[in-house]
């Protein structure tokens, strides 16, 4: 399935499915992190040593065994685009924390997003690539949260829009924000910034995500910088 983006085609694809990507678009996967098929001990094997020694310190149960399917996941779908066993994979990480390929090098940039049981994992020929995506969760305190972050204009407009819009709108914002603070790889923290520099070319798509019946459904956004 593809959804036409403001800048770019969006592919959805069925888990982990496609051994080959186009490089016209950018390509999403998303995994239950809460679906134990295929069972624990499969999952961790393909890990590296680093990551199952991460999964060690996560003292909670499920907070681990969802590190665990979520990690197995991405080095799943990313060993099928590159046609290499998922733990071969060398995934290393920058200075502030994004995760990029190592072995084998690759013009494949990815980025991943979690929010409760959902993880989504988005790739993108050449150009770096960031990824957002919550559950939209009834009963926060939006408002407040707009306050703390978004700008006073955006805040306004937050405050005068119906309950329902208010809901979207704020959505829209937050996950665009994160997603170009993870395209940047600088986090929030330094976002600003970083993305200021790439603004005339920073290009964001908005997709949606309907889960199970009776699941919350997730908004999220998608950052890549333009060609030229
Ligand atoms: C990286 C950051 C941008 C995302 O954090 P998050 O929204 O809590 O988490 P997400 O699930 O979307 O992303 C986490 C994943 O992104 C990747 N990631 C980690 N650091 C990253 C970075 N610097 N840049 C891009 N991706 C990064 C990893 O794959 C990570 O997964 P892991 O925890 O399993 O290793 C975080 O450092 C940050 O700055 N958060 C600030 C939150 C905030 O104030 N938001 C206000 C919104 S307006």
């Known amino acids: 399935m593809k959804t036409r983006g403001a800048n770019f085609d969006l592919w959805f694809h069925a888990s982990p499915g496609a051994t080959e990507v186009r490089d016209d678009g950018v390509h999403l ?9 295929g069972g624990r001990a ?5 890990l590296s040593a680093g990551e199952r020694e991460r999964a060690t ?3 909670n149960e499920t907070a681990r065994r969802r590190f665990v399917r979520g990690r197995a996941f991405v080095r799943e779908v990313l060993g099928r685009l590159l046609g290499v066993a998922p ?11 994004k995760p990029h390929l190592v072995t ?21 020929y050449g150009a770096e690539i960031g990824v957002d995506v919550e559950l939209v969760a009834s009963g926060s305190d939006l408002l407040a949260m707009a306050r703390d972050h978004f700008a006073r204009p955006e805040v306004r407009q937050l405050e005068a829009a119906a309950p329902d819009a208010r809901i979207e709108f704020f959505y829209r914002l937050w996950t665009a924000r994160e997603a170009a603070a993870k395209l940047s790889g600088y986090g929030i923290a330094r976002a600003s910034a970083e993305t200021a520099a790439i603004a005339p070319r920073l290009e964001v798509c908005h997709f949606e995500l309907e889960l199970k019946s009776g699941r919350p459904h997730a908004v999220g956004a998608i950052a890549r910088v333009g060609r030229d």
């Open 42 to 46: 499969a999952g961790e094997s393909c």
């Open 87 to 97: 733990r071969a994979l060398e995934i290393g990480v920058g200075a502030n924390g």
């Open 104 to 124: 084998p090098t690759s013009p494949i940039r990815f980025n991943v997003s979690h929010s409760g049981d959902l993880l989504v994992l988005v790739v993108n």
């Open 29 to 37: 996967w998303n995994c239950d992190l809460d679906d134990t098929a």
């Open 57 to 59: 310190r996560l003292k």
